[in-house]
């Protein structure tokens, strides 16, 4: 089974929720990246409430996203600081800040870089063996359904992991037509003990890192 997703910053749970459900992982890469979004950032739990952290970018007009370049303004302190600072009193922060701080003690000049670099790091303390591909690096033509299509076909897979979200504009009938089923991912969050208050659900999965360790959700 084949699971598609852009390269994100500091994902989600249900991100690694496909992951260990897909055997294949491929990082779309090779699309106009998305003003807005949450490719160069995500949310975490702060005293005050939920924080953007965000890696500044700049890049032309319908530039894609494995182009997308980052600004040299000390942003990879400046994360690491917010990090530290509202999860250092968290049960597992040494454990995950082994793995995650020497990403912020280097500089990064593409956002995809750091992005898939984080998400390797989180999948392998997460224990998942999930094959990382590049959509970049695979020969694949088409928009939308037909791109998705093309990718699962040069990865030799005819089973493909969707988010409901994708629901609306999926067609499922062109995958079908080409062989491919299509299973959507049932992902609930889980609730676990935050810092600061009551459950938040959907922040990036390094407010479950932290608190949780590498603990299965499922």
Same mark, same amino acid.
């Given at each position: 089974?084949?699971?598609?997703?852009?390269?994100?910053?500091?994902?989600?749970?249900?991100?690694?929720?496909?992951?260990?459900?897909?055997?294949?992982?491929?990082?779309?890469?090779?699309?106009?990246?998305?003003?807005?979004?949450?490719?160069?950032?995500?949310?975490?739990?702060?005293?005050?409430?939920?924080?953007?952290?965000?890696?500044?970018?700049?890049?032309?007009?319908?530039?894609?996203?494995?182009?997308?370049?980052?600004? %040299?303004?000390?942003?990879? *302190?400046?994360?690491?600081?917010?990090?530290? #600072?509202?999860?250092? !009193?968290? &049960?597992?922060?040494?454990?995950?800040?082994?793995?995650?701080?020497?990403?912020?003690?280097?500089?990064?000049?593409?956002?995809?870089?750091?992005?898939?670099?984080?998400?390797?790091?989180?999948?392998?303390?997460?224990?998942?063996?999930?094959?990382?591909?590049?959509?970049?690096?695979?020969?694949?033509?088409?928009?939308?359904?037909?791109?998705?299509?093309?990718?699962?076909?040069?990865?030799?897979?005819?089973?493909?992991?969707?988010?409901?979200?994708?629901?609306?504009?999926? %067609?499922?009938?062109?995958? *079908?037509?080409?062989?491919?089923?299509?299973? #959507?991912?049932?992902? !609930?969050? &889980?609730?676990?003990?935050?810092?600061?208050?009551?459950?938040?659900?959907?922040?990036?999965?390094?407010?479950?890192?932290?608190?949780?360790?590498?603990?299965?959700?499922?």
């Amino acid at each position: 089974m084949i699971a598609i997703h852009q390269p994100n910053y500091l994902p989600w749970l249900g991100f690694f929720d496909k992951a260990r459900i897909a055997d294949k992982l491929v990082l779309l890469d090779n699309v106009a990246y998305t003003r807005g979004g949450v490719g160069n950032r995500n949310r975490i739990r702060t005293k005050k409430g939920l924080e953007w952290i965000t890696v500044p970018v700049h890049y032309p007009y319908g530039a894609e996203i494995k182009d997308v370049q980052t600004v %040299d303004s000390g942003w990879e *302190e400046t994360h690491w600081k917010t990090l530290f #600072f509202n999860y250092h !009193r968290a &049960p597992y922060f040494n454990e995950v800040a082994n793995i995650l701080q020497p990403v912020y003690q280097k500089r990064w000049h593409k956002l995809a870089e750091v992005n898939e670099t984080l998400i390797r790091l989180i999948l392998k303390y997460l224990g998942l063996s999930t094959k990382i591909f590049r959509s970049s690096e695979l020969e694949v033509e088409g928009k939308s359904s037909e791109l998705l299509v093309s990718i699962c076909k040069a990865a030799g897979d005819r089973e493909y992991l969707s988010g409901v979200g994708a629901t609306g504009y999926l %067609d499922v009938n062109l995958f *079908e037509r080409e062989g491919i089923s299509v299973r #959507f991912q049932l992902f !609930r969050p &889980p609730e676990y003990a935050q810092r600061f208050g009551d459950f938040i659900p959907n922040l990036s999965a390094v407010d479950y890192l932290f608190n949780c360790g590498a603990r299965s959700w499922s």
